[in-house]
């Protein structure tokens, strides 16, 4: 218990600096990345790597499965099993990756994407240039991002953390360059934001294995039944997976559809500002899904129920912090920005901090149940949070004539119902653990 607490303030600590670096650049990236695509382009630009995002969604929880198989493997000092699930997890993914690519290479050609994106500035041919590029580098990093996986496993989360401030300090860059050099391009913009994607994670992952050998891939330690073992498991993340993209990244499409591409703009602006509450959040949550998993193995219930307790409590700072942002957001956004053709609103601040203190609970416990493997009820609630988004958007948009706060208000009662269901779920995984620790007691003295 001491040395994963010691390892959990270490890569919290860690990680503060260059997340704090990573933020303030994403911040001054939004603004150039504004100022070289005007409004309209940049929605365009968001809803594309919204929906290509999907992709990674479909990877069937590989990612997550290898993360928490890693996790156990190491728990109990069997290595070679590590090295073999990240193998393992390699090999699934590029397969998948090929497959992928050839399919929507082709069909892409058969869809009319200015009617999905709704902007007809710009030709249907040059539309599916662009997303044929962005799913090449997509899926490239798709790949490679298994590396994330491994630092989480390995209880190593600050490198995730430099992965990022290294991904955005080069994509400021190269959009700094473009600004320089060129005119507002999409097909530019989407080539050198992938080359950017894969080259930083490429170098990082290459750097990391050899520095820990014992857990480079290899394909002759590839294995059938660690195969199994991470495709059971990752079927499990995959409906997680999939349920929780179509509730979060489904808003801007039904933003774009219902009010137009530049609500979509307004949309990202409040997320990336609200935002920076998820990023602190996160740089002590992450560390804790494979902390948890480690601790479950280990049946150390004392450990977890007191970080659970933490965690929660955290929630009356998060919540000062919010109606600061909300009270400061005119001021901050018009610096930021600097752009006057940027209408928010009052109400726009305080649905979308809500939405965002829905969305830090319902991750406290999710981490929980990702990390012991408990994900039925996790799973049931989402499924219903995503059956209920749309028609709720579209309810509060069309007949409520709430705007932008219709989306953010359906998306947050959405969330709430695993917010409900998931501290039920944790304390009585906790219990469950005591009892059986108590059980195991009485069986060695018996």
């Known amino acids: 218990m001491e040395n994963r607490n010691k390892n959990f303030i270490k890569q919290i600590k860690s990680s503060v600096v260059f997340r704090v670096l990573a933020l303030i650049i994403s911040f001054v990236l939004v603004r150039y990345m504004l100022e070289y695509l005007g409004i309209e382009k940049f929605g365009l630009w968001s809803v594309i790597l919204s929906i290509m995002s999907w992709i990674l969604y479909f ?8 993360k928490n198989k890693v996790s156990q493997s190491l728990a109990k000092n069997k290595n070679l099993d590590a090295q073999e699930y990240i193998s393992t997890g390699y090999v699934i993914l590029t397969l998948f990756s090929i497959i992928v690519y050839l399919s929507l290479f082709f069909i892409a050609s058969l869809i009319d994407w200015q ?6 500035s710009i030709t249907n041919d040059t539309l599916i240039l662009i997303l044929r590029i962005v799913v090449f580098f997509i899926l490239l990093n798709f790949i490679l991002s ?11 989360a600050s490198l995730v953390v430099v992965n990022q401030f290294l991904t955005n300090f080069f994509l400021l860059l190269m959009i700094y360059l473009l600004i320089k050099f060129t005119k507002t391009n999409l097909v530019y913009l989407a080539f050198f934001y992938g080359v ?3 080259s930083v994670t490429l170098v990082l992952s290459m750097w990391f294995y050899k520095k820990n050998n014992y857990l480079s891939p290899s394909l002759k330690l590839v294995k059938k039944d660690k195969i199994r073992d991470v495709s059971v498991i990752g079927m499990k993340f995959f409906w997680l997976q999939l349920t929780i993209l179509f509730m979060l990244t489904t808003d801007r499409i039904i933003i774009t559809q219902l009010l137009g591409p530049s609500y979509v703009t307004n949309y990202d602006i409040l997320y990336k500002y609200f935002g920076a509450i998820m990023i602190m959040h996160s740089i002590i949550n992450s560390p804790l899904w494979s902390m948890y998993t480690e601790a479950y193995t280990k049946n150390d219930f004392k450990w977890i129920s007191a970080i659970l307790i933490k965690m929660v409590k955290l929630f009356i700072i998060y919540i000062l912090i919010l109606a600061v942002m909300v009270t400061m957001a005119n001021f901050i956004i018009s610096i930021w920005l600097n752009n006057d053709e940027i209408e928010l609103s009052t109400s726009n601040y305080i649905y979308m901090s809500v939405m965002f203190l829905v969305l830090m609970w319902h991750s406290v416990f999710a981490y929980f149940s990702n990390g012991i493997e408990k994900t039925n009820i996790q799973l049931i609630t989402t499924m219903i949070g995503t059956i209920i988004n749309i028609p709720l958007s579209i309810l509060f948009v069309n007949y409520f004539d709430m705007g932008l706060n219709g989306v953010l208000l359906a998306t947050i009662l959405s969330l709430s119902i695993f917010g409900i269901f998931g501290p039920i779920q944790a304390v009585r995984e906790i219990k469950n ?11 060695t003295l018996v």
Do not use: C, P, W
Not at 115 to 120: K, L, M, V
């Open 59 to 66: 990877d069937f929880g590989i990612s997550n499965g290898v």
């Open 115 to 120: 009617h999905i994106f709704n902007i007809y």
């Open 146 to 156: 298994i590396i994330t996986a491994v630092f989480l496993a390995t209880q190593k």
């Open 196 to 198: 950017v994607n894969t």
């Open 433 to 443: 653990m005591k009892l059986r620790l108590i059980s195991n007691e009485y069986n």
